[in-house]
């Protein structure tokens, strides 16, 4: 059983940045691939960025390329994904998933956090 704990949520305006963290209670976090989806008000669940398990692999919804960052540090146990030039369209609950392997199906993934949600303010 692998618990998930996101972090990093909050308030921003139009432009602005955050960073959202994800620990990991696993002693096999790197043989995990982490990934990050989030749900808006109204609609489904979206798939936002993955990484495999090493980071060497890592891929993005077009929406958020060239804006979203994921990346991952396996001594920690924790997978991040830094946020820039944020959009109010970008605001969702935010919640980092994990699956043995690699995975940009949400379907697939086995584990899942609690979400922390990110507002995005015109």
């Known amino acids: 059983q692998v618990q998930l704990v996101e972090s990093g949520g909050g308030l921003v305006q139009a432009g602005g940045s955050l960073r959202l963290s994800c620990a990991a209670s696993?002693?096999?976090?790197?043989?995990?691939?982490m990934g990050w989806i989030r749900q808006a008000p109204g609609k489904e669940r979206e798939f936002v960025a993955a990484i495999s398990r090493l980071g060497f692999s890592r891929q993005y919804t077009d929406s958020v390329k060239g804006r979203f960052t994921i990346s991952r540090d396996n001594a920690k146990n924790t997978v991040y994904l830094q946020m820039n030039s944020l959009k109010p369209e970008d605001t969702a609950v935010y919640y980092c998933a994990a699956k043995l392997g690699f995975t940009t199906q949400l379907e697939e993934y086995e584990y899942w956090g609690q979400g922390t949600q990110v507002t995005v303010s015109s």
């Open positions: 696993t002693r096999t976090f790197s043989s995990y691939g």
